[in-house]
């Protein structure tokens, strides 16, 4: 699955932006990723749910919610409410990932837990087993444009064996540099789901750029 992130997109036309990959076939993106950003969190401010709410009103593409804010727990059901397909939160912000899974799920939502590099995955397993999807940073989560950090790699591999095992029931998503060349490795590492902002937006017809992106993926993760 490809989910370009508006992050790199035009912000003064989110919902042409949004249009650009709305095609049919290989460059129609699967998600939509928003990055929400607070300014705490992470040292950047970007959009919050009255955006969201527009973009769902404008698109049937399912938006991927990337909330990068202090205390979700009270401000991330309402992303779901509002129609999100899948709200990720992050371990490093969330007081009580459990109850917050099931209060993100109980309001129609898909719920996503993101680690960043530096996060061991070990230490959250037990909680993974009650989230849809695992968003694994290969950047420091704050800004877009960031060169990709391939030691989180190893990260994918444990959560890819886990779901292959059936311990784990989850999308594989990873966030940061993705691009035609790394997407390659990402894909033999077993991510499910790639989020791309600048390889998308950047280029000259972000539909095609998606339809070439995923070719890479399908390509290096049949090997």
Not at 20 to 35: E, I, L, Q, S, T
Not at 47 to 76: K, N
Not at 155 to 167: E, F, Q
Not at 182 to 209: H, K, L, M, N, W
Request: hydrophobic share 45%; charged share 25%; with cysteine.
């Amino acid at each position: 699955m490809i989910a370009p992130s508006i992050l790199s997109a035009d912000f003064s036309c989110l919902g042409t932006e949004i249009d650009a990959v709305a095609g049919v076939g290989d460059a129609r993106a699967d998600w939509v990723h928003v990055d929400v950003m607070d300014g705490h969190f992470v040292p950047n401010l970007t959009i919050g749910l009255p955006v969201v709410e527009s973009l769902l009103r404008r698109t049937d593409l399912p938006l991927d919610c990337h909330l990068m804010i202090d205390d979700p727990d009270r401000w991330a059901p309402s992303y779901a409410e509002a129609g999100a397909y899948n709200v990720t939160v992050h371990a490093e912000a969330a007081h009580d990932p459990v109850m917050l899974a099931k209060n993100l799920r109980a309001a129609g939502a898909k719920a996503g837990f993101s680690v960043k590099p530096g996060t061991r995955l070990d230490d959250h397993l037990d909680t993974l087993r009650h989230y849809d999807t695992l968003l694994v940073m290969s950047v420091e989560p704050g800004f877009g444009g960031q060169p990709f950090l391939p030691e989180v790699l190893d990260k994918v591999r444990t959560a890819r064996r886990l779901v292959d095992t059936g311990h784990l029931r989850l999308v594989v998503e990873i966030d940061g540099g993705i691009n035609a060349d790394t997407i390659e490795q990402a894909a033999e590492a077993g991510v499910d789901c790639f989020v791309a902002g600048s390889a998308v937006y950047g280029a000259d017809d972000p539909g095609r750029a998606v339809a070439a992106l995923r070719e890479r993926a399908r390509t290096a993760g049949a090997r």
